[in-house]
Protein backbone atom coordinates (compact mmCIF):
# COMPACT_ATOMS: atom_id res chain seq x y z
CA UNK A 1 0.00 0.00 0.00
CA UNK A 2 1.06 3.55 -1.24
CA UNK A 3 2.43 5.54 2.09
CA UNK A 4 -0.57 8.36 1.47
CA UNK A 5 -2.26 9.77 4.50
CA UNK A 6 -4.12 12.55 4.08
CA UNK A 7 -4.29 15.01 1.03
CA UNK A 8 -1.77 17.82 0.81
CA UNK A 9 -3.92 20.05 -1.61
CA UNK A 10 -6.90 19.48 0.75
CA UNK A 11 -5.19 21.03 3.59
CA UNK A 12 -4.15 24.18 1.48
CA UNK A 13 -7.33 24.28 0.12
CA UNK A 14 -8.89 24.30 3.78
CA UNK A 15 -5.70 26.68 5.33
CA UNK A 16 -5.54 29.27 1.72
CA UNK A 17 -8.94 29.28 0.62
CA UNK A 18 -11.51 28.48 2.97
CA UNK A 19 -10.06 29.66 6.39
CA UNK A 20 -7.82 32.46 4.82
CA UNK A 21 -4.82 31.74 7.64
CA UNK A 22 -2.32 34.47 5.90
CA UNK A 23 -5.04 36.90 7.32
CA UNK A 24 -3.79 36.72 11.04
CA UNK A 25 -0.62 37.88 9.71
CA UNK A 26 -1.91 41.50 10.32
CA UNK A 27 -2.15 40.97 13.79
CA UNK A 28 1.08 41.88 16.08
CA UNK A 29 1.42 38.25 17.44
CA UNK A 30 1.41 36.13 13.76
CA UNK A 31 2.94 39.43 12.25
CA UNK A 32 6.46 37.71 11.80
CA UNK A 33 4.56 34.52 9.76
CA UNK A 34 3.63 34.04 6.20
CA UNK A 35 2.70 31.86 3.83
CA UNK A 36 6.69 30.73 3.25
CA UNK A 37 6.43 30.13 6.64
CA UNK A 38 3.40 28.26 6.79
CA UNK A 39 4.80 26.06 4.16
CA UNK A 40 6.96 25.67 5.50
CA UNK A 41 6.01 24.45 8.69
CA UNK A 42 3.70 22.17 6.80
CA UNK A 43 6.67 20.71 4.87
CA UNK A 44 8.55 19.51 7.78
CA UNK A 45 5.57 18.62 9.60
CA UNK A 46 4.66 15.89 6.41
CA UNK A 47 8.69 14.78 6.31
CA UNK A 48 8.39 13.80 9.82
CA UNK A 49 5.32 12.43 9.64
CA UNK A 50 6.72 10.06 6.21
CA UNK A 51 10.01 9.46 7.25
CA UNK A 52 10.04 8.67 10.88
CA UNK A 53 6.59 7.99 12.28
CA UNK A 54 4.34 6.69 9.48
CA UNK A 55 7.35 3.35 8.66
CA UNK A 56 6.68 2.15 12.79
CA UNK A 57 3.34 2.60 12.53
CA UNK A 58 2.50 -0.85 12.04
CA UNK A 59 5.94 -2.03 14.43
CA UNK A 60 4.50 -0.11 17.21
CA UNK A 61 1.21 -2.11 17.20
CA UNK A 62 2.38 -5.38 17.06
CA UNK A 63 5.70 -4.49 19.56
CA UNK A 64 3.74 -3.20 22.36
CA UNK A 65 5.03 -1.34 25.98
CA UNK A 66 6.22 -3.95 27.83
CA UNK A 67 6.05 -3.83 31.82
CA UNK A 68 9.04 -5.04 33.89
CA UNK A 69 9.95 -4.25 37.38
CA UNK A 70 8.35 -1.10 37.26
CA UNK A 71 9.93 -0.16 34.25
CA UNK A 72 7.92 0.59 31.11
CA UNK A 73 9.52 -0.29 27.80
CA UNK A 74 8.61 1.86 25.02
CA UNK A 75 9.49 1.67 21.10
CA UNK A 76 12.54 2.93 20.26
CA UNK A 77 10.95 5.64 17.84
CA UNK A 78 9.03 7.02 20.74
CA UNK A 79 12.39 8.48 22.08
CA UNK A 80 13.77 9.84 18.68
CA UNK A 81 10.33 11.52 17.87
CA UNK A 82 10.37 13.35 21.06
CA UNK A 83 14.04 14.73 20.59
CA UNK A 84 13.07 15.63 16.74
CA UNK A 85 9.81 17.31 18.14
CA UNK A 86 11.58 19.11 21.07
CA UNK A 87 14.59 20.15 18.83
CA UNK A 88 11.64 21.43 16.07
CA UNK A 89 10.17 23.52 18.23
CA UNK A 90 6.52 21.75 18.41
CA UNK A 91 5.72 20.80 21.74
CA UNK A 92 5.32 24.39 22.42
CA UNK A 93 4.85 25.89 19.09
CA UNK A 94 2.36 28.21 19.18
CA UNK A 95 3.37 29.78 22.92
CA UNK A 96 4.67 33.23 22.98
CA UNK A 97 8.60 34.37 21.88
CA UNK A 98 9.59 35.00 25.49
CA UNK A 99 9.04 31.42 26.69
CA UNK A 100 10.48 29.77 23.40
CA UNK A 101 8.22 29.50 21.45
CA UNK A 102 7.36 30.06 17.93
CA UNK A 103 3.70 32.28 17.90
CA UNK A 104 2.49 30.14 14.85
CA UNK A 105 -1.32 29.84 14.70
CA UNK A 106 -3.13 27.29 15.83
CA UNK A 107 -4.63 26.33 12.52
CA UNK A 108 -0.99 25.91 11.10
CA UNK A 109 0.13 23.88 14.13
CA UNK A 110 -3.61 21.80 13.91
CA UNK A 111 -2.50 21.34 10.44
CA UNK A 112 0.63 19.60 11.18
CA UNK A 113 -0.56 17.90 14.43
CA UNK A 114 -2.83 16.06 11.53
CA UNK A 115 -0.38 14.61 9.52
CA UNK A 116 1.40 13.56 12.59
CA UNK A 117 -1.69 11.80 13.78
CA UNK A 118 -2.68 10.34 10.38
CA UNK A 119 0.82 9.04 9.97
CA UNK A 120 1.16 6.92 13.63
CA UNK A 121 -1.70 8.14 15.73
CA UNK A 122 -0.05 6.33 18.97
CA UNK A 123 3.28 7.98 18.43
CA UNK A 124 1.55 11.55 18.07
CA UNK A 125 0.00 11.76 21.38
CA UNK A 126 3.36 11.28 23.37
CA UNK A 127 4.00 15.32 22.36
CA UNK A 128 0.15 16.45 22.37
CA UNK A 129 0.01 15.31 26.00
CA UNK A 130 3.02 17.14 27.24
CA UNK A 131 1.82 19.93 25.38
CA UNK A 132 -1.45 20.15 27.66
CA UNK A 133 0.28 19.57 30.59
CA UNK A 134 3.14 22.06 30.08
CA UNK A 135 0.20 24.40 28.90
CA UNK A 136 -1.41 24.20 32.70
CA UNK A 137 1.99 24.93 34.64
CA UNK A 138 2.23 27.80 31.68
CA UNK A 139 -1.01 29.04 32.37
CA UNK A 140 -1.32 28.42 36.26
CA UNK A 141 1.96 27.51 38.10
CA UNK A 142 4.38 29.39 39.55
CA UNK A 143 7.21 30.96 38.33
CA UNK A 144 9.10 28.59 40.35
CA UNK A 145 7.29 25.55 38.39
CA UNK A 146 7.54 27.04 35.32
CA UNK A 147 11.25 27.09 35.68
CA UNK A 148 11.96 23.57 36.88
CA UNK A 149 9.47 22.25 34.41
CA UNK A 150 9.00 23.28 31.15
CA UNK A 151 12.39 24.19 29.60
CA UNK A 152 12.73 20.13 30.08
CA UNK A 153 9.14 19.32 28.90
CA UNK A 154 9.19 21.78 25.35
CA UNK A 155 12.26 19.68 24.61
CA UNK A 156 10.59 16.68 24.88
CA UNK A 157 13.23 15.36 27.21
CA UNK A 158 10.45 15.21 29.86
CA UNK A 159 6.85 13.94 29.27
CA UNK A 160 3.95 15.32 30.92
CA UNK A 161 0.72 13.69 31.20
CA UNK A 162 -2.99 14.75 32.65
CA UNK A 163 -3.64 12.16 35.94
CA UNK A 164 -7.49 12.60 36.27
CA UNK A 165 -9.03 8.68 36.75
CA UNK A 166 -8.67 6.49 39.80
CA UNK A 167 -9.97 2.97 40.27
CA UNK A 168 -13.40 4.43 42.05
CA UNK A 169 -13.39 7.67 40.33
CA UNK A 170 -13.61 7.44 36.61
CA UNK A 171 -15.77 10.15 34.82
CA UNK A 172 -16.85 11.38 38.16
CA UNK A 173 -14.40 13.44 39.27
CA UNK A 174 -15.71 14.38 42.46
CA UNK A 175 -14.93 11.25 43.93
CA UNK A 176 -11.54 11.42 43.30
CA UNK A 177 -9.68 10.00 46.62
CA UNK A 178 -6.01 10.63 45.92
CA UNK A 179 -4.94 12.67 49.21
CA UNK A 180 -2.66 15.58 49.79
CA UNK A 181 -1.59 16.57 52.94
CA UNK A 182 0.35 19.93 53.76
CA UNK A 183 3.76 20.07 55.36
CA UNK A 184 5.57 23.20 56.39
CA UNK A 185 8.12 22.39 53.85
CA UNK A 186 6.67 23.90 50.44
CA UNK A 187 4.62 20.97 49.54
CA UNK A 188 2.40 18.01 49.92
CA UNK A 189 2.37 14.64 50.65
CA UNK A 190 0.30 12.80 48.19
CA UNK A 191 -0.83 9.40 48.34
CA UNK A 192 -3.34 7.25 46.27
CA UNK A 193 -3.99 5.59 42.80
CA UNK A 194 -4.35 6.68 39.45
CA UNK A 195 -5.22 4.27 36.27
CA UNK A 196 -5.62 4.94 32.70
CA UNK A 197 -2.84 7.39 32.38
CA UNK A 198 -1.70 7.63 28.47
CA UNK A 199 1.92 7.65 28.57
CA UNK A 200 2.17 7.23 32.41
CA UNK A 201 5.92 5.59 32.94
CA UNK A 202 8.13 4.95 30.01
CA UNK A 203 12.02 5.06 29.58
CA UNK A 204 12.22 6.87 26.54
CA UNK A 205 12.16 10.51 28.48
CA UNK A 206 14.32 10.65 31.62
CA UNK A 207 11.28 12.13 33.81
CA UNK A 208 7.15 12.01 33.39
CA UNK A 209 5.49 15.17 34.95
CA UNK A 210 2.09 14.31 36.36
CA UNK A 211 -0.41 17.05 36.21
CA UNK A 212 -2.74 15.05 39.21
CA UNK A 213 -6.08 16.25 40.88
CA UNK A 214 -6.09 15.14 44.62
CA UNK A 215 -7.99 16.74 47.47
CA UNK A 216 -5.95 18.49 50.30
CA UNK A 217 -6.72 16.52 53.57
CA UNK A 218 -10.20 18.68 55.01
CA UNK A 219 -10.95 20.20 51.72
CA UNK A 220 -14.61 20.28 51.32
CA UNK A 221 -16.10 17.43 49.58
CA UNK A 222 -17.06 17.07 45.72
CA UNK A 223 -15.54 18.94 43.07
CA UNK A 224 -15.11 21.83 45.36
CA UNK A 225 -12.73 20.48 47.64
CA UNK A 226 -10.19 19.21 44.16
CA UNK A 227 -6.91 20.51 43.75
CA UNK A 228 -3.87 20.28 41.11
CA UNK A 229 -0.62 19.60 41.67
CA UNK A 230 2.40 19.02 39.50
CA UNK A 231 3.79 15.22 40.76
CA UNK A 232 6.86 14.16 39.29
CA UNK A 233 8.12 10.83 39.12
CA UNK A 234 11.69 12.27 39.94
CA UNK A 235 12.12 14.95 41.70
CA UNK A 236 15.62 17.52 41.64
CA UNK A 237 17.19 17.17 44.78
CA UNK A 238 21.03 18.34 45.10
CA UNK A 239 21.58 18.78 41.40
CA UNK A 240 20.25 15.50 40.74
CA UNK A 241 17.06 13.71 40.24
CA UNK A 242 15.73 10.94 42.77
CA UNK A 243 12.70 8.60 43.04
CA UNK A 244 9.52 10.54 44.20
CA UNK A 245 7.66 7.87 45.18
CA UNK A 246 5.69 7.37 42.09
CA UNK A 247 5.45 3.97 41.00
CA UNK A 248 3.94 1.89 38.14
CA UNK A 249 2.49 -0.81 39.42
CA UNK A 250 1.14 -2.43 35.62
CA UNK A 251 -0.23 -1.31 32.21
CA UNK A 252 -3.20 -2.23 30.29
CA UNK A 253 -3.09 -4.05 27.55
CA UNK A 254 -5.74 -2.62 24.93
CA UNK A 255 -7.74 -3.38 22.00
CA UNK A 256 -5.79 -0.66 19.99
CA UNK A 257 -3.70 2.84 20.14
CA UNK A 258 -0.85 -0.05 21.37
CA UNK A 259 2.28 2.32 21.12
CA UNK A 260 1.62 4.29 23.93
CA UNK A 261 1.08 2.58 27.22
CA UNK A 262 -1.58 3.13 29.82
CA UNK A 263 0.18 2.95 33.01
CA UNK A 264 -1.73 2.55 36.82
CA UNK A 265 -0.09 4.33 39.41
CA UNK A 266 0.28 4.35 43.13
CA UNK A 267 1.64 7.70 44.53
CA UNK A 268 3.30 7.67 48.36
CA UNK A 269 3.34 4.04 49.34
CA UNK A 270 6.39 4.96 50.97
CA UNK A 271 5.25 8.17 52.34
CA UNK A 272 7.51 10.14 50.27
CA UNK A 273 5.54 11.08 47.30
CA UNK A 274 6.05 15.07 46.80
CA UNK A 275 3.11 17.27 44.98
CA UNK A 276 3.58 21.29 44.14
CA UNK A 277 0.73 22.88 44.25
CA UNK A 278 -0.86 24.67 40.98
CA UNK A 279 -2.06 28.06 41.60
CA UNK A 280 -4.78 28.05 44.43
CA UNK A 281 -5.80 25.17 46.64
CA UNK A 282 -9.64 23.76 45.89
CA UNK A 283 -9.61 25.24 42.10
CA UNK A 284 -7.58 21.98 40.19
CA UNK A 285 -10.71 21.33 38.44
CA UNK A 286 -11.22 24.61 36.71
CA UNK A 287 -7.38 24.34 35.92
CA UNK A 288 -7.91 20.92 34.80
CA UNK A 289 -10.52 21.45 32.48
CA UNK A 290 -8.79 24.34 31.19
CA UNK A 291 -6.19 21.38 29.94
CA UNK A 292 -8.96 19.10 29.41
CA UNK A 293 -11.05 21.22 26.53
CA UNK A 294 -7.41 20.97 24.87
CA UNK A 295 -7.27 17.39 24.92
CA UNK A 296 -10.78 16.70 23.80
CA UNK A 297 -9.90 19.37 20.18
CA UNK A 298 -6.69 16.74 20.04
CA UNK A 299 -8.75 14.01 20.27
CA UNK A 300 -10.75 15.25 17.24
CA UNK A 301 -7.64 15.63 15.67
CA UNK A 302 -6.50 11.94 16.45
CA UNK A 303 -9.56 10.60 15.33
CA UNK A 304 -9.75 12.50 11.69
CA UNK A 305 -6.34 11.66 11.76
CA UNK A 306 -7.20 7.72 11.57
CA UNK A 307 -10.28 8.64 9.51
CA UNK A 308 -7.86 10.20 6.74
CA UNK A 309 -5.12 7.13 6.87
CA UNK A 310 -8.29 4.60 6.16
CA UNK A 311 -9.69 6.59 3.76
CA UNK A 312 -6.97 6.93 1.41
CA UNK A 313 -5.79 3.12 2.29
CA UNK A 314 -9.59 1.63 1.25
CA UNK A 315 -9.46 4.20 -1.67
CA UNK A 316 -6.06 2.59 -3.02
CA UNK A 317 -7.30 -0.59 -3.04
CA UNK A 318 -10.63 0.09 -4.70
CA UNK A 319 -8.87 1.57 -7.51
CA UNK A 320 -6.38 -1.36 -7.65
CA UNK A 321 -8.58 -4.32 -7.01
CA UNK A 322 -10.68 -5.77 -9.71
CA UNK A 323 -13.76 -7.52 -9.05
CA UNK A 324 -16.99 -7.92 -11.04
CA UNK A 325 -18.63 -6.23 -14.26
CA UNK A 326 -21.46 -3.67 -14.50
CA UNK A 327 -24.89 -3.97 -13.59
CA UNK A 328 -26.66 -5.78 -17.11
CA UNK A 329 -23.14 -6.88 -18.28
CA UNK A 330 -24.05 -10.53 -18.78
CA UNK A 331 -20.16 -12.17 -21.13
CA UNK A 332 -18.53 -13.79 -18.62
CA UNK A 333 -15.25 -13.37 -21.02
CA UNK A 334 -16.02 -9.14 -20.72
CA UNK A 335 -13.18 -7.77 -17.85
CA UNK A 336 -13.09 -7.16 -14.60
CA UNK A 337 -13.43 -3.23 -13.52
CA UNK A 338 -12.22 -2.03 -10.84
CA UNK A 339 -14.22 -2.20 -7.76
CA UNK A 340 -13.86 1.95 -7.44
CA UNK A 341 -16.69 1.74 -10.90
CA UNK A 342 -19.21 -0.10 -8.56
CA UNK A 343 -22.08 2.37 -7.04
CA UNK A 344 -22.31 1.16 -3.86
CA UNK A 345 -17.93 1.35 -3.50
CA UNK A 346 -18.12 4.84 -4.52
CA UNK A 347 -21.17 5.22 -1.91
CA UNK A 348 -18.75 4.06 1.05
CA UNK A 349 -15.71 6.27 -0.53
CA UNK A 350 -17.88 9.12 -0.56
CA UNK A 351 -19.49 8.41 3.36
CA UNK A 352 -15.55 8.28 3.91
CA UNK A 353 -14.41 11.56 2.64
CA UNK A 354 -17.73 13.26 4.23
CA UNK A 355 -16.37 12.19 7.65
CA UNK A 356 -13.03 13.33 6.93
CA UNK A 357 -12.82 16.76 4.81
CA UNK A 358 -15.95 17.57 7.20
CA UNK A 359 -14.27 16.77 10.25
CA UNK A 360 -11.13 18.50 9.36
CA UNK A 361 -13.28 21.98 8.19
CA UNK A 362 -14.67 21.82 11.54
CA UNK A 363 -11.47 21.39 13.69
CA UNK A 364 -9.75 24.37 11.50
CA UNK A 365 -12.78 26.18 12.23
CA UNK A 366 -12.41 26.25 16.04
CA UNK A 367 -8.58 26.85 15.39
CA UNK A 368 -9.41 29.55 13.44
CA UNK A 369 -11.46 31.13 16.47
CA UNK A 370 -8.82 30.01 18.97
CA UNK A 371 -6.56 32.37 16.88
CA UNK A 372 -8.89 35.01 16.65
CA UNK A 373 -9.76 34.98 20.53
CA UNK A 374 -5.49 34.90 21.52
CA UNK A 375 -5.27 38.43 19.70
CA UNK A 376 -8.61 39.94 20.08
CA UNK A 377 -10.18 42.02 23.11
CA UNK A 378 -13.18 42.77 24.87
CA UNK A 379 -16.36 41.56 22.91
CA UNK A 380 -14.37 40.26 20.82
CA UNK A 381 -12.39 37.78 22.38
CA UNK A 382 -15.72 36.78 24.21
CA UNK A 383 -17.10 35.98 20.77
CA UNK A 384 -14.41 33.58 20.04
CA UNK A 385 -14.05 31.62 23.37
CA UNK A 386 -17.64 31.14 23.88
CA UNK A 387 -17.54 29.50 20.33
CA UNK A 388 -14.76 27.22 20.84
CA UNK A 389 -16.55 26.71 24.17
CA UNK A 390 -19.51 25.53 22.67
CA UNK A 391 -17.77 23.76 19.67
CA UNK A 392 -15.77 21.50 21.80
CA UNK A 393 -17.74 18.66 22.61
CA UNK A 394 -18.73 19.09 18.71
CA UNK A 395 -15.21 18.76 17.28
CA UNK A 396 -14.57 16.00 19.81
CA UNK A 397 -17.38 13.73 19.16
CA UNK A 398 -18.12 14.29 15.41
CA UNK A 399 -14.66 12.90 14.34
CA UNK A 400 -14.69 10.08 16.79
CA UNK A 401 -17.96 8.71 16.32
CA UNK A 402 -18.50 9.27 12.21
CA UNK A 403 -15.02 8.24 12.32
CA UNK A 404 -15.84 4.79 13.37
CA UNK A 405 -18.18 4.16 11.17
CA UNK A 406 -16.17 5.93 7.87
CA UNK A 407 -12.76 3.06 9.14
CA UNK A 408 -15.73 0.60 8.98
CA UNK A 409 -16.83 1.03 6.02
CA UNK A 410 -12.85 1.38 4.66
CA UNK A 411 -12.85 -1.89 5.64
CA UNK A 412 -15.91 -3.06 3.76
CA UNK A 413 -14.66 -1.76 0.75
CA UNK A 414 -12.20 -4.22 1.32
CA UNK A 415 -13.88 -7.03 2.19
CA UNK A 416 -12.13 -9.94 3.88
CA UNK A 417 -9.16 -8.26 3.35
CA UNK A 418 -10.05 -5.44 5.28
CA UNK A 419 -10.34 -7.50 8.32
CA UNK A 420 -6.58 -8.94 8.41
CA UNK A 421 -3.56 -7.21 9.38
CA UNK A 422 -1.88 -7.37 6.18
CA UNK A 423 -3.58 -4.12 5.30
CA UNK A 424 -3.69 -1.29 7.76
CA UNK A 425 -7.72 -0.76 8.06
CA UNK A 426 -7.74 -3.20 10.63
CA UNK A 427 -5.51 -1.72 12.90
CA UNK A 428 -6.99 2.05 11.85
CA UNK A 429 -9.97 0.19 13.20
CA UNK A 430 -9.04 -0.50 16.53
CA UNK A 431 -6.65 3.08 17.31
CA UNK A 432 -10.04 4.89 16.16
CA UNK A 433 -12.34 2.99 18.84
CA UNK A 434 -10.57 4.79 21.78
CA UNK A 435 -11.86 8.30 20.94
CA UNK A 436 -15.22 8.45 21.95
CA UNK A 437 -14.27 7.21 25.20
CA UNK A 438 -10.82 8.85 26.29
CA UNK A 439 -11.47 12.74 27.74
CA UNK A 440 -14.55 12.30 28.72
CA UNK A 441 -17.32 9.86 26.74
CA UNK A 442 -19.88 10.96 24.21
CA UNK A 443 -22.44 10.84 27.00
CA UNK A 444 -20.36 13.30 28.86
CA UNK A 445 -19.81 15.84 25.72
CA UNK A 446 -23.65 15.21 25.58
CA UNK A 447 -24.84 16.42 28.60
CA UNK A 448 -21.87 18.86 28.04
CA UNK A 449 -23.37 20.86 25.40
CA UNK A 450 -27.51 20.69 25.92
CA UNK A 451 -26.85 20.87 29.63
CA UNK A 452 -24.66 23.84 29.90
CA UNK A 453 -22.86 24.99 26.66
CA UNK A 454 -26.23 25.73 24.66
CA UNK A 455 -27.69 28.18 27.71
CA UNK A 456 -24.32 29.45 28.44
CA UNK A 457 -24.44 33.18 28.64
CA UNK A 458 -28.01 33.18 28.75
CA UNK A 459 -27.96 31.40 25.40
CA UNK A 460 -25.28 33.99 23.86
CA UNK A 461 -23.01 31.48 22.38
CA UNK A 462 -25.30 29.19 20.76
CA UNK A 463 -26.72 32.16 19.15
CA UNK A 464 -23.51 33.10 17.80
CA UNK A 465 -22.95 30.03 16.10
CA UNK A 466 -26.61 30.13 14.64
CA UNK A 467 -25.09 33.82 13.51
CA UNK A 468 -21.60 32.29 12.29
CA UNK A 469 -24.17 29.79 10.10
CA UNK A 470 -26.66 31.87 8.66
CA UNK A 471 -23.46 34.14 7.20
CA UNK A 472 -21.93 31.37 4.97
CA UNK A 473 -25.68 30.26 3.94
CA UNK A 474 -26.20 33.74 2.39
CA UNK A 475 -22.61 33.60 0.75
CA UNK A 476 -23.35 30.55 -0.68
CA UNK A 477 -26.57 31.27 -1.93
CA UNK A 478 -24.69 33.31 -4.70
CA UNK A 479 -23.94 30.04 -6.58
CA UNK A 480 -26.91 28.76 -8.00
CA UNK A 481 -25.97 25.09 -7.70
CA UNK A 482 -25.53 25.23 -4.38
CA UNK A 483 -29.32 26.67 -3.49
CA UNK A 484 -30.83 23.35 -2.49
CA UNK A 485 -27.70 22.63 -0.14
CA UNK A 486 -28.32 26.33 1.58
CA UNK A 487 -31.95 26.04 1.55
CA UNK A 488 -31.47 22.55 3.70
CA UNK A 489 -28.88 24.07 6.19
CA UNK A 490 -31.60 26.63 6.72
CA UNK A 491 -34.46 24.56 7.75
CA UNK A 492 -31.72 22.15 9.82
CA UNK A 493 -30.33 25.32 11.65
CA UNK A 494 -33.89 26.52 12.62
CA UNK A 495 -35.08 22.92 13.33
CA UNK A 496 -31.90 22.57 15.86
CA UNK A 497 -32.96 26.24 17.23
CA UNK A 498 -36.54 25.18 17.64
CA UNK A 499 -35.58 21.93 19.35
CA UNK A 500 -33.31 23.35 21.28
CA UNK A 501 -35.73 26.14 23.10
CA UNK A 502 -37.92 23.08 23.44
CA UNK A 503 -35.77 20.50 25.55
CA UNK A 504 -34.50 23.84 27.82
CA UNK A 505 -37.62 25.19 28.41
CA UNK A 506 -38.83 22.25 29.40
CA UNK A 507 -36.19 20.85 31.86
CA UNK A 508 -37.86 22.60 34.83
CA UNK A 509 -41.33 20.80 34.44
CA UNK A 510 -39.39 17.21 33.48
CA UNK A 511 -36.58 17.42 35.40
CA UNK A 512 -33.07 17.01 34.90
CA UNK A 513 -32.88 13.06 34.77
CA UNK A 514 -35.48 13.29 31.37
CA UNK A 515 -34.14 16.58 30.26
CA UNK A 516 -30.40 14.89 29.42
CA UNK A 517 -31.53 11.31 28.65
CA UNK A 518 -30.96 11.67 25.38
CA UNK A 519 -28.51 13.77 25.54
CA UNK A 520 -25.99 12.49 23.30
CA UNK A 521 -28.71 12.26 20.33
CA UNK A 522 -29.03 15.82 20.66
CA UNK A 523 -25.28 16.00 20.32
CA UNK A 524 -25.69 13.85 17.24
CA UNK A 525 -27.97 16.33 15.87
CA UNK A 526 -25.94 19.55 16.49
CA UNK A 527 -22.85 17.49 14.86
CA UNK A 528 -24.92 16.71 11.59
CA UNK A 529 -25.81 20.39 11.24
CA UNK A 530 -21.81 21.44 12.03
CA UNK A 531 -20.52 19.11 9.48
CA UNK A 532 -23.22 20.33 6.81
CA UNK A 533 -22.43 23.73 7.69
CA UNK A 534 -18.47 23.36 6.52
CA UNK A 535 -19.47 20.96 4.00
CA UNK A 536 -21.72 24.26 2.20
CA UNK A 537 -18.59 26.60 3.64
CA UNK A 538 -16.10 24.27 1.34
CA UNK A 539 -18.83 23.84 -1.87
CA UNK A 540 -19.00 27.42 -2.00
CA UNK A 541 -15.32 28.16 -2.37
CA UNK A 542 -14.88 25.45 -4.54
CA UNK A 543 -18.41 26.48 -6.99
CA UNK A 544 -16.51 29.92 -7.20
CA UNK A 545 -13.29 28.74 -8.24
CA UNK A 546 -15.40 26.81 -10.71
CA UNK A 547 -17.01 30.03 -11.93
CA UNK A 548 -13.68 31.36 -11.97
CA UNK A 549 -12.32 28.82 -14.68
CA UNK A 550 -10.80 26.49 -12.55
CA UNK A 551 -8.98 23.46 -15.06
CA UNK A 552 -7.68 20.47 -15.27
CA UNK A 553 -6.62 18.62 -11.60
CA UNK A 554 -7.84 21.80 -10.34
CA UNK A 555 -11.76 21.23 -11.70
CA UNK A 556 -11.53 17.72 -11.62
CA UNK A 557 -10.47 18.68 -7.15
CA UNK A 558 -13.55 21.65 -7.05
CA UNK A 559 -15.96 19.49 -8.65
CA UNK A 560 -15.17 16.56 -5.97
CA UNK A 561 -16.03 18.83 -3.75
CA UNK A 562 -19.55 19.85 -4.49
CA UNK A 563 -20.06 16.18 -5.32
CA UNK A 564 -19.29 15.44 -1.51
CA UNK A 565 -21.05 18.10 -0.12
CA UNK A 566 -24.26 16.94 -2.47
CA UNK A 567 -23.32 13.69 -1.20
CA UNK A 568 -24.01 14.82 2.22
CA UNK A 569 -26.78 16.63 2.33
CA UNK A 570 -28.42 13.70 0.17
CA UNK A 571 -27.22 10.98 2.81
CA UNK A 572 -26.33 12.17 5.89
CA UNK A 573 -27.99 15.61 7.15
CA UNK A 574 -32.05 13.41 6.38
CA UNK A 575 -30.72 11.50 9.46
CA UNK A 576 -31.27 15.04 11.35
CA UNK A 577 -35.32 14.25 10.66
CA UNK A 578 -35.47 10.84 12.87
CA UNK A 579 -33.69 12.45 15.42
CA UNK A 580 -35.72 14.97 15.71
CA UNK A 581 -38.40 13.10 15.75
CA UNK A 582 -36.98 11.10 18.56
CA UNK A 583 -35.97 14.53 20.98
CA UNK A 584 -39.63 16.04 20.35
CA UNK A 585 -41.32 13.38 22.72
CA UNK A 586 -39.88 13.54 25.92
CA UNK A 587 -41.17 10.56 27.47
CA UNK A 588 -38.27 9.13 29.61
CA UNK A 589 -38.20 6.01 28.23
CA UNK A 590 -34.80 5.31 29.47
CA UNK A 591 -35.47 6.76 32.82
CA UNK A 592 -38.45 4.72 33.03
CA UNK A 593 -36.32 1.28 32.75
CA UNK A 594 -36.25 -0.82 35.21
CA UNK A 595 -32.46 -2.29 35.70
CA UNK A 596 -34.27 -5.64 36.90
CA UNK A 597 -35.55 -5.68 33.26
CA UNK A 598 -32.40 -6.57 31.85
CA UNK A 599 -32.42 -10.21 33.02
CA UNK A 600 -33.76 -13.34 31.61
Not at 64 to 73: K, L
Request: charged share 20%.
Amino acid sequence: MAERFISKKNLSFLLYDVFDVESLTRYPYYADHGRETFEMVIETSFKIASGMMFPVLSEMDRQEPEYQDGTVRVHPAVREFLRAAGEGGWINATKPYDVGGQQLPNMINFAASFAFMAANYSLGVYTYLTAGAANLIWSFGSQELKDEYLPRMYSGEWQGTMALTEPNAGSSLSDVATQAEPTERGYYNISGQKIFISAGMHDAVENVVHLMLARIKGAPAGVKGISLFVVPALRGEGGALVSNDVKCIGIDHKMGYKGAPIAQLAMGENGDCRGYLVGEPHKGLAYMFHMMNEERIGVGIGAVGIASAAYYASLEYARLRTQGRRQGEKNPATPQIAIIEHADVKRMLLFQRAVVEGSLALLLQVSRYLDLEQVSDGEEKEKYHLLVELLTPVVKTYPSEAGITSVSQGIQILGGYGYCRDFPLEQHFRDMRIHPIHEGTTGIQGQDILGRKVRMNDGRAFALFLGEVAADIAAARKHSRLSRQAGDLETAAASLKEITSYMVGAAASIGAEVFLADATLYLELFCLVCAAWQWLKMAAVSSGALDAGASGDDANFHAGKIVACEFFFAYELPKSLGLLKRLGDADGLTVKVNPEMFED
